[in-house]
Nanobody, 123 residues
Framework: QVQLVESGGGLVQAGGSLRLSCAASGRTFSSYTMGWFRQAPGKEREFVAAISRSGGTTYYADSVKGRFTISKDNAKNTVYLQMNSLKPEDTAVYYC????????????????WGQGTQVTVSS
């Protein structure tokens, strides 16, 4: 069992930056692939970024590539999402998720979810 708690969301102007954090409970954090997803009102949950169990490989949606960076600290049981050059279309609730095994960009494949944190980007 893994419990995930996100933090770091908020309101920012276009072009600004935010860093999201996701703190995980449990002693097997390093055995999970971690992902960030987002969901805007009326839209399906979509993949943003993911990081392998070791932290050595990262994956990004095309819409955020070059602007967002995912990282993890296995010693702190925490995964981060650094978001730069934010755009109004990045506005959504951002969720942290964990899955056993290898990477997937499909949110249905993730086993554990945080409660979400709101990110609002004003134009």
């Amino acid at each position: 069992q893994v419990q995930l708690v996100e933090s770091g969301g908020g309101l920012v102007q276009a072009g600004g930056s935010l860093r999201l954090s996701c703190a995980a409970s449990g002693r097997t954090f390093s055995s999970y692939t971690m992902g960030w997803f987002r969901q805007a009102p009326g839209k399906e949950r979509e993949f943003v970024a993911a990081i392998s169990r070791s932290g050595g490989t990262t994956y990004y949606a095309d819409s955020v590539k070059g602007r967002f960076t995912i990282s993890k600290d296995n010693a702190k049981n925490t995964v981060y999402l650094q978001m730069n050059s934010l755009k109004p279309e990045d506005t959504a609730v951002y969720y942290c998720a964990a899955k056993q095994g290898i990477y997937s960009g499909n949110y249905r494949m993730y086993d554990y979810w945080g409660q979400g944190t709101q990110v609002t980007v004003s134009s």
